[in-house]
């Protein structure tokens, strides 16, 4: 091969040092890489490192950082800011690599660390709000698809994300961007940046430049897709649009007097509408007064409004000496309303709080009194039980009362000084940064507001129940402001507000330390020091017991933690090179943490790389997890045998031969399955946890046989242990089961209601169908029935788990063509092939299978993208594939197998079932236009070709959310540099 060839091959896999044959004497610039604390000419590293340029992003039609993240395949699925409400890490967007969890992404800016947000996701894990970062200011983002806890210190388990902003800016450039979707027409994003700049580094020794993002999401509410869901899920959840009442029930504003009903001695619910309602719903011989709830519903996509200003200096004093800074704050607002909460006489929340412990509080709306003024029984069900009503009453008084808000304030200041001394370069930096984030939720019951409203409460001596004042301040069938002002104390705003701080300080020094005869060795050493703290100080009321469903949660700590690191890249050969790591951080409250990591990079070939590193890292136990407090907070668990006993009850009723008990079945069919039991709970940090611990390793190759072709593939594993968790409610409450049975008696930790009056007017709805002769074929047998009551509390530790193992492939493949006077064309791809995903608690079950395939878990990911450039026009094509799985989140698990699906008779056929979930595919079209040099104009298309999600019955209504609903979204864009 000729000298020249060689050398072209070289630099452009960045292995040569040195510009050849008349450039001999001009070093090429040696750039830093995410993964690696060493200056290099060589940015191909041992460990893979994938980048996403501006050019990408645009070419994705990516307007938000969550979006880009979810075009790449090594990022599994997380929690979104748009479908994070009632989630309890309201408000925020996660990274998750290799789905080993948003703790275990480490999220960086310009390759320092940021505060995390404000409310652990799932009460326990801290993360980075990736909706808080600059996106105006980003020139590319490195994804780090290795463990790097040697370079970074904790977190960095599945890998790093590096979002690095411009180095510098001189001008005015403006841009703007709406897109709307015509299959959901309330569908909106519509987003506005500038970016600014003055000061020439080189001219005048400084630079400072800024940008400034805005954004704002409109709300989608059930009202607008209510009937866009997947065909199956109307199938399996047959009551879902009759329950919004929309055709029979009282329309927004209009009074609606409400429903009063009792029990009679069979336990059978019978009810009426009461005077003056226009909405009368007959079942059999019972009247309600239904309401239209739907257009009070809370958005399946709320409204969101974002500002991110960033600020960026650099100053030089010298060739050797430079100065920088920068400055980001972000403010976000969501909110969306809700369905005023009712008054239903009977209705029992169940739920913990912090100055009552482990006491289980349990408060039900009372009824209404065999005296009290609103008591409209008939003659009738005046003597069925000793006058008392239950009462179902909607309050319109104030219907934009209740909803939810999430606010975040999110900052960093970071000041810091650069060059060198000598043949050594340093770096230096202090920063700054934190959150404030603010749930606002209006919802819950005020014990103490609603007895202001109802009050005072006493027990009928004749019947035992709870029942309000006769004559209570609340008046019932009109809409008043004195009404209002009741509520607003009755069902309070209540705040949950947290704080997080990080202060940081780092300093490093990189150079030459030693010459082999392949080149020089090149290490770096440095330190850290961090300030950590958390505060989130809970509600009193709630605390107190107070606010139904809150219990007060709260988390405080802080620690400082210190770090000292080395590296060091020696080349063995001049085509063997070595990268060490090593580094050393100490946390309170358990020994220091060293993690190591080694990489080999071998020229095998002037076309062909091999490289491979080995890597252990860590995750701290975080303040959350380890600091002081506890969560007490409502939490929602699949109760089995509730879900098995409601089931053959709605299946029994569906054969009934009259049209109405049908309807009720229908209504009953899946409620404690899909949706599980919404269930007290608490967790209390853990002092005592172990650090999790991880190997990491990858091996593959770069081949580049040509200038315009490049290949890499890189096998990976990661095997984690002492996971840190919260106890899945879900599994504990099994444990439990099995020890002391379905009815949980004497369980330490899981407990249920008795049977309430409601499960008793099922049981005789039931009875009342089998006394029909005409049902007597279907009533063959013992009938179904409630053995137990609902689930009503759960109790969990944070406790060290066991293993997780998980390994699979990466593929890129990037290619360059000329077409002569037909432009350019680039065609791109990256496929991550999951190989192994399971886990082993340590217990008797040992390694749990495998789980790659099945439910959450695809084999494959992958995208292409194609942009071809053809004079002043760019059109790109981005497409995106998720391949099929099984059902099942466990391949031991039995629900969706052919025949449970056959013996279901739900939406899914038993073929369905056993093939499990096709493939999904969608394809993005953009057009770029540059009229003039300063003018570009952008049309772009996701889901081109209007794919909708499958049905999917594990999926929060019926499909699988990284595949939204919306159909085809078009969207217009036009940005301007001014002179």
């Known amino acids: 091969m000729k000298p020249n060839k060689l050398f072209a091959l070289l630099a452009a896999a960045g292995l040569a040092s040195l510009a050849h044959g008349a450039e001999g004497e001009n070093k090429l610039e040696r750039v830093e ?103 105006a200011a980003i020139e590319r983002m490195e994804v780090l698809t290795d463990g790097a806890s040697a370079i970074y210190g904790s977190d960095a388990v599945a890998g790093v994300i590096n979002v690095i902003t411009k180095k510098s800016y001189q001008g005015l450039e403006m841009s703007v961007s709406t897109e709307k979707a015509p299959h959901v027409g309330a ?83 019978r009810g009426m509408a009461l005077p003056g309602c226009t909405s009368i719903v007959t079942t059999g011989s019972n009247t309600s007064c239904a309401i239209n709830t739907l257009p009070y519903a809370l958005a399946h996509k709320p409204e969101s409004e974002r500002a991110t200003l960033y600020l960026s200096g650099r100053y030089e004093f010298s060739p050797a000496l430079e100065a920088f800074a920068d400055l980001s704050y972000t403010q976000i607002d969501m909110r969306s309303h809700n369905t005023p909460r009712a008054f239903n006489s009977g209705s029992t929340s169940n739920w913990y709080s912090r100055d009552t412990g482990t006491k289980l509080n349990s408060f039900s709306i009372p009824y209404l009194g065999p005296n009290n003024v609103y008591n409209k029984l008939s003659p009738e069900l005046k003597g069925v039980m000793g006058g008392v009503a239950g009462m179902t009453y909607t309050p319109l008084d104030e219907p934009g009362h209740f909803g939810q808000r999430n606010t975040d304030n999110n900052y960093r200041a970071l000041a810091g000084l650069r060059g060198s001394l000598g043949e050594w370069d340093f770096e230096t930096a202090l920063a700054l940064g934190g959150s404030h984030s603010v749930l606002y939720q209006t919802t819950n019951i005020s014990k103490t507001g609603f007895e202001k409203a109802f009050g005072p409460i006493t027990v009928d001596p004749g019947t035992g129940r709870r029942i309000i004042a006769d004559n209570p301040a609340y008046q019932f069938g009109v809409i008043s402001e004195k009404n209002a002002a009741l509520l607003r104390e009755a069902f309070p705003t209540f705040d949950i507000q947290s704080w997080t701080r990080l202060a940081s300080w780092d300093a490093k020094v990189e150079g030459s330390v030693y010459k082999l005869p392949a080149g020089d060795v090149r290490a770096a050493f440095g330190a850290s020091l961090m300030r950590e703290e958390i505060y989130t100080p809970g509600n009193a009321a709630a605390a107190a017991g107070d606010i139904t469903q809150q219990g007060g949660s709260w988390f405080k700590g802080e620690r400082n933690v210190a770090g000292v690191f080395a590296e060091a890249i020696a080349p063995l050969t001049k085509d063997l090179e070595l990268d060490a790591a090593l580094r050393l951080d100490k946390y309170p409250n358990f020994g220091a943490n060293l993690a190591p990591k080694l990489g080999l990079k071998f020229r095998a070939t002037p076309e062909l790389l091999l490289r491979g590193t080995y890597s252990e890292g860590y995750r701290a136990p975080n303040l959350a997890e380890s600091g002081n407090g506890g969560v007490f907070a409502q939490t929602v668990v699949k109760d089995d045998t509730r879900c098995a006993e409601t089931n053959a009850i709605a299946q029994l009723l569906r054969k009934s031969s009259v049209a109405a008990e049908v309807t009720r079945g229908n209504e009953l069919f899946n409620t404690q399955c899909a949706n599980g039991t919404v269930v007290g709970g608490v967790t209390a940090p853990n002092k005592d946890l172990k650090p999790e611990t991880a190997k990491i390793s990858t091996f593959g190759f770069v081949f580049q046989p040509t200038r315009d072709l490049d290949l890499s593939a890189d096998y990976w594993f990661v095997y984690r242990r002492n996971e840190i968790i919260r106890e899945d409610f879900h599994t504990t409450f099994l444990a439990a089961t099995a020890k002391y049975g379905p009815g949980l008696v004497g369980a330490p930790n899981a407990f249920r209601n008795t049977i309430s009056d409601a499960d008793r007017a099922v049981m005789a709805e039931v009875a009342a169908m089998c006394a029909n002769p005409a049902n007597a074929a279907a009533c063959a047998g013992k009938l179904p029935g409630y053995t137990v009551g609902n689930l009503a509390g759960v109790i969990t530790n944070y406790t060290n788990r066991g293993r997780t193992l998980t390994d699979g492939f990466d593929i890129d493949a990037q290619a360059r063509f000329s077409l002569q006077s037909w432009g350019k064309l680039k065609l791109g791809t990256r496929l991550t092939i999951a190989n192994r995903t399971t886990f082993n608690a340590e217990d008797a079950d040992g390694w749990a299978p495998n789980f790659v395939g099945y439910a959450g878990t695809p084999k494959l990911r992958a995208n292409f993208s194609a942009d071809w450039a053809y004079g002043d026009v760019v059109t790109s094509l981005f497409v995106n594939y998720t391949g099929g799985h099984k059902w099942d989140y466990d391949p031991r698990y039995i629900s969706y197998d052919a025949q449970s699906c056959e013996d279901n008779g739900g939406a899914l056929t038993a073929a369905q079932c056993a093939k499990g979930t096709p493939s999904y595919t969608t394809v993005n079209l953009n057009l770029a236009w540059t009229p003039t040099k300063d003018l570009k104009l952008g049309f772009n298309v996701k889901n081109l070709f209007n794919k909708q999600p499958y049905y999917d019955p594990n999926g929060w209504e019926g499909f699988d959310h990284r595949f939204n609903i919306f159909g085809r979204i078009f969207s217009i864009s036009a940005d301007y540099k001014f002179k």
Request: glycine letters at 10%; aromatic letters at 12%.
């Open 33 to 135: 890489v995410t993964g690696s604390s060493i200056k290099r000419i060589n940015a191909e590293t041992a460990s893979p490192v994938q980048v996403i340029d501006a050019k990408q992003i645009e070419a994705m039609g990516a307007k938000t950082l969550q979006e880009i993240l979810a075009n790449l395949p090594a990022n599994m699925p997380a929690l979104e800011d748009s479908r994070s409400m009632f989630t309890g890490t309201d408000g925020a967007s996660q990274a998750n690599l290799r789905g080993l969890g948003a703790y275990a992404t480490l999220v960086l800016l310009n390759g320092r660390r940021l505060s995390p947000y404000g409310a652990p996701d799932g009460f326990q894990y801290l993360f980075v709000n990736i909706d808080a970062l600059p996106a």
């Open 187 to 269: 569908y909106g994003e519509h987003s506005a940046s500038a970016v600014f700049g003055f000061g020439d580094l080189a001219r005048d020794k400084f630079n400072i430049y800024g940008s400034v993002n805005l954004f704002k999401r409109d709300p989608v509410y059930p009202s607008d897709d209510y009937d866009k869901f997947p065909a199956g899920f109307y199938v399996d959840n047959p009551a879902y649009i009759k329950n919004f009442r929309i055709t029979e029930g009282s329309q927004p504003g209009q009074l609606n007097p409400g429903t009063q009903f009792v029990f009679d001695s069979k336990g059978a619910r």
